[in-house]
């Protein structure tokens, strides 16, 4: 699998995509089959079964089952996954060091 940076897969998801891009969430619960690719800037809606062989256009939400397109997500998203991957980072890994450091 081919993953790009700040991609966020909640728990629960299970994952055999063959290509993920940079700046995607994925929710809970999902199912993303084989062979997917999923293009930059997606997000996923918790509980969506993504068939395998789906190509999954960037900028775009996808959720149901089977999941479908819903709506176009922001140009903003880029943005916004990128301060959630880097909160999340020194929130959950880097507080753990500093506290291991004490």
């Given amino acids: 699998m081919k993953m790009g940076d700040h ?7 299970i994952v055999e995509a063959s290509s993920i891009g940079s700046y995607i969430h994925i929710g809970k619960d999902c199912v993303i089959g084989r062979f997917v690719v999923i ?12 068939p395998a062989n ?7 939400v996808f959720g149901g089952n089977p999941a479908t397109f819903v709506e176009e997500w922001t140009d903003s998203a ?8 880097t909160r999340h980072y020194y929130c959950e890994f ?3 060091e500093l506290n291991n450091t004490s």
């Fill in 7 to 13: 991609v966020i897969i909640e728990h629960g998801s």
């Fill in 39 to 50: 293009k930059d800037c997606t997000r996923i809606l918790d509980g969506a079964v993504v």
């Fill in 54 to 60: 789906t190509v999954i256009p960037p900028f775009s």
């Fill in 78 to 85: 880029q943005d916004i996954m990128q301060e959630m991957t």
């Fill in 94 to 96: 880097l507080s753990d």
